[in-house]
DNA sequence: GGAACTCGAATCCACGTCCG
DNA sequence: CGGACGTGGATTCGAGTTCC
């Protein structure tokens, strides 16, 4: 009986570890993905996720095969990685726990340790202090059972108990036994596989200096010394303790092999570890009077060797490019979104020249920039979003020349984006005297008119024709089935056909719509109007000071119904008038129509509307700007309802207390004169 | 025309649900 | 359970806009 009970489970065992079972081809593109549950027993490592999914990258069976066996590896051994520091952590408390004789107290964080300030010889005995943890906890394996074995050992258990329930036979349960059992035929299997294949890469990952095949690891076994380095994973000390746990590694593998072959080789004594805690070391002091500068970039590269002039020193009269964001930060708040466009270029300015002090940047680090961002590609892939610049460029051009093609950063993205940013950051340095000149200044990549043609638009309005295909498909038809609806709720569909049909009548931007209250619906001087305007209380931000305007409610949107959609939501007791979109988050924080225009895009493709990047929501506002333009409306006033500013000084005279410049009933009959009355759009209430 | 933003769109990916 | 598909979050690109 036993040896089937033995067989199964070890089928079960070998199941979950095949390397090739996590292997899925998804979507309509065919890619294969990688697709694994996490193991219970460190479920609380990934919460809330309980699976680990990622592309392949490759629609070819076998590449994706070759692939999927090298993740598995990998994943493998990350969650052995993250087994082991539970362990760790759990023993480090119970051990707490101990000495305070009661409950368990949370640790304080550790501080901050400054890597660079340890001097080479203890990052030398941390590397061997890595060595015998490895080969440690593999002899611990084999002496106490690995989890596998025990695990295996309790269906066993488990199988045996149900077995004897069934004959009515009495059962005792034996307690697993702690020394002796060894490592099951799973655990043997998986341990082999992976020291071959760390054994055969590791090799490679050393020639090319490329660490991030330990980088994580690394920095969980710093983690576990109370060494918290994650903000120097750029410097050079961390970058040569990563190679040299590798090799160490790679010496860890060699010996579990031997050992798995039958030998014995013994675990190396631990090498004395030091609190480095407090990062203040004696040695710190002496890198400032060195006579030579090594320039590190963010890779932990030496870019330069020189010899050190006074702009090169970093000090409080000549700040490092770091400091000097971080004050533009903490001075500008500039919007969350635009926060996020300049880090990363600043990221990569730092990465190709370096962190450098702000008198010791020149021009021709502007030019080196700009000349690494023309070849620099749009959309990277994921797998080099975390390389270099430097290694981007290199990887764009090793496939170029085996025939993939990428598309290249746009000039106006270089020219406004990566060197605007970094223009701007200078001119606050130039502000705070640090520096007379922008270094930055002149250096910008000359327009390519063919991207876009001369005079190509960027967005077209929609036509009438689109327009009467856009409103008269099933989703805007009350009654009709139709699958855009299927998973949304009736407030979500309503919001979803006001949307497009409010931006149609006001030529308002998405967001400004999407973010209306109930109480921005108004009436003054007889006219129902949409007040778009900022709000500290919410923060809604507007995209500048001429945006705040009152709008017209135009007379199609009164007979489609918007007041009655309005009354609605107030005795829903909803704030927003489109009650049903979420606010985002992170860079996106007070944007609520992410998902709707992500929607609309989706839709007005599958119905044969969009056609490129040219027709997409924003269309209604040129549709509006157009139609109002045909029917022989003033251009102040068009800018007036768009929330455009008016060139003309004198515009700013004559205002009311909200800063409008014309009186509602004038605006009224300006937005009816566009009366779109060839378009039809069926009243959006019903179901 | 350049600087300094803001915003919408596009993309990748995670996740939930449904179906066989 | 595997796979297809729909939806939404995070991130990035680049167009749009105003101010100087």
């Not at 051990?95 to 004789?101: E, I, N, R, S, V």
């Not at 009164?558 to 008038?577: C, N, T």
Request: charged residues 25%.
């Amino acid at each position: 009986m036993l040896p089937s009970v033995t067989q199964s489970c070890y089928t079960r065992g070998m199941r979950a570890l095949s390397l090739c079972n996590h292997l899925q081809r998804r979507g309509s593109s065919g890619n294969y993905y990688f697709r694994v549950r996490i193991p219970s027993d460190i479920l609380e490592v990934y919460a809330p996720k309980k699976e680990i999914v990622f592309s392949l990258k490759t629609k070819d069976p076998k590449e994706a095969k070759a692939r999927c066996r090298v993740e598995a590896v990998r994943i493998d051994q990350e969650f052995d990685e993250h087994r082991r520091r539970l362990e760790l952590e759990r023993q480090q408390q119970e051990q707490l726990a101990q000495a305070q004789g009661v409950g368990v107290a949370s640790s304080p964080a550790a501080p901050l340790t400054d890597l660079d300030s340890i001097p080479d010889y203890e990052l030398d005995r941390l590397a061997v202090l890595y060595l015998h943890e490895v080969l440690a906890h593999d002899e611990q394996e084999r002496t106490a059972g690995s989890s596998e074995a025990r695990k295996e050992w309790e269906e066993n258990q488990e199988f045996l108990r149900q077995l004897h329930e069934q004959k009515g036979m009495p059962f005792t349960p034996e307690s697993f036994p702690t020394h002796g059992v060894g490592l099951s035929p799973s655990t043997i299997q998986r341990k082999r596989e992976r020291a071959r294949l760390f054994l055969q890469a590791g090799g490679s990952y050393l020639a090319s200096g490329d660490i991030s095949i330990i980088h994580d690891r690394a920095l969980a076994f710093l983690a576990a010394h109370d060494l918290k380095v994650e903000d120097q994973v750029g410097s050079l000390a961390f970058r040569r303790l990563c190679l040299s746990l590798i090799q160490k590694e790679m010496d860890a593998q060699e010996a579990i092999l031997k050992r798995l072959d039958g030998q014995w080789i013994p675990t190396p004594p631990a090498s004395q570890s030091v609190a480095y805690s407090g990062s203040q070391s004696a040695t710190a002091g002496l890198v400032i009077g060195a006579p030579v500068v090594l320039q590190v970039n963010g890779q932990g590269q030496i870019v330069q060797a020189q010899t050190q002039e006074a702009s090169m020193i970093p000090s409080e009269d000549n700040p490092c490019l770091s400091t000097i964001w971080e004050s533009y930060l903490k001075e500008r708040k500039p919007a969350p979104s635009t926060i996020k466009n300049f880090e990363g270029a600043v990221r990569r300015f730092i990465e190709l020249v370096g962190d450098l002090p702000v008198k010791a940047v020149t021009k021709s680090h502007f030019r080196q920039y700009k000349d690494a961002l023309l070849k620099f590609p749009v959309r990277l892939p994921h797998s080099v979003r975390k390389k270099s610049i430097q290694q981007v460029v290199a990887f764009v051009e090793k496939e170029r020349q085996k025939g993939t093609a990428f598309e290249l950063l746009n000039s106006k993205t270089i020219n406004n984006k990566y060197l605007g940013a970094l223009k701007a950051i200078l001119a606050h340095a130039v502000d705070n005297g640090f520096i007379d000149d922008n270094p930055a200044n002149q250096i910008r990549v000359t327009h390519d008119a063919d991207k876009h043609g001369d005079n190509e638009p960027a967005t077209l309005p929609y036509t009438e024709e689109e327009l009467n295909v856009l409103f008269s498909s099933s989703f805007f038809v009350p009654g009709q089935e139709c699958k855009f609806k299927k998973r949304m709720k009736r407030d979500a569909v309503l919001d979803y056909r006001w949307l497009p049909i409010v931006a149609l009548f006001t030529g308002a931007r998405l967001e400004e719509i999407g973010q209306l209250d109930v109480a921005d619906v108004m009436e003054e001087d007889g006219v129902k109007f949409l007040f778009i305007h900022a709000d500290q209380s919410t923060e809604r931000r507007l995209k500048n000071k001429s945006s705040r305007r009152k709008v017209p409610i135009h007379p199609r949107l009164v007979e489609l119904g918007f007041l009655e959609f309005v009354k609605l939501r107030s005795k829903q007791g909803a704030i927003k008038l489109f009650s049903t979109l979420k606010e985002m988050g992170g860079a996106r924080k007070d944007k609520r129509t992410d998902a709707f225009s992500k929607w609309w895009r989706r839709y007005t493709e599958a119905i044969g509307v969009k056609t490129g990047k040219q027709k997409t929501f924003h269309s209604f506002r040129h549709t509006s700007k157009r139609a109002l333009r045909n029917a022989g409306v003033d251009p102040s006033l068009t800018d007036a309802i768009h929330g455009h500013t008016n060139k003309s000084i004198s515009a700013h005279y004559g205002r009311d207390k909200d800063g409008m410049g014309y009186a509602l009933p004038v605006l009224l009959e300006a937005i009816s004169r566009a009366t779109m009355d060839r378009v039809i759009i069926h009243n959006p209430e019903g179901n």
